[in-house]
């Protein structure tokens, strides 16, 4: 029915145009890693634990290989008894560094130590502690067997102390040692677990530098530098050890 308004004509409405295809992913790199029969393959596929920080200890013995130490046979000093404690960290699974503390005592035996006085008896011993900072060396980082080398620099005490007594009174007598020492170290970790390990240990020490003091119960302390004929004088040690250690 015309009712006699007049309506305007709308425009044409545009067509709607299609969303645009989402545009492809890019393809992923597929990752190539080392293979698994490769050198960098089996370290990347060791469940034991190479680099962080390694506490642990050793205990074990060591003898004296200077002249010093043995002017004639059943004389001397005898092996003794070792301790140590070491700190590493290991930057890579190839070389680590730290600091190690050992501390040992041995039996010692001179010549004219013999007594025939029953009231008199003569004991001496020795004692000496060491602390050394290290850089190892890792050669084969991958296997439950772990090979090492390293290098040790630092410094080293020997003490010697004699206690006479006879009818009743003491006398004692104390001589000892401040050296440098270097030390070349050998040694094989083998991984009970991935984070713990023991292993043979053997060091060899060599002393530089320093003096021997003696220090006597009548008599003040002294001391000297080493002579050039005395450098066969502790410390030259070869040590045999059985480390256990925690690698974190």
Known sequence: MDDGSISEPQPPQPAPQPEPAPAPEPEKPVAVGPSPNSYEGKIAASPY???????GGGIGTRFCL??????????????????RLLFEYRFIQ?????????????????????????LTTYKEHGFGWNLLATVTAYPLPFSRFDPYVGLGIGFAQQREKSVV???GTSSATQQWHNRGVLRLTFGLDIFATPKFSLGP????????GGNSCDDASAVAKSCMRFQQEDQDIFPRWIS?????????
């Open 49 to 55: 634990r190479r680099t962080g920080f390694v506490f």
């Open 165 to 167: 007594v006879s009818s």
């Open 94 to 118: 190839y070389l680590s560094a730290g600091l190690t503390f050992g501390f040992a005592y041995h039996k010692i035996l001179r010549a004219g130590i013999g007594n025939d006085d029953p």
């Open 66 to 83: 200077t002249s010093y130490c043995r002017p004639d046979p059943g004389l001397g000093v005898g092996p003794g008894f070792q301790a």
């Open 240 to 248: 045999v050890m059985m480390d256990f250690k925690g690698h974190f």
């Open 201 to 208: 240990r053997l060091d060899l020490d060599r002393g530089f």
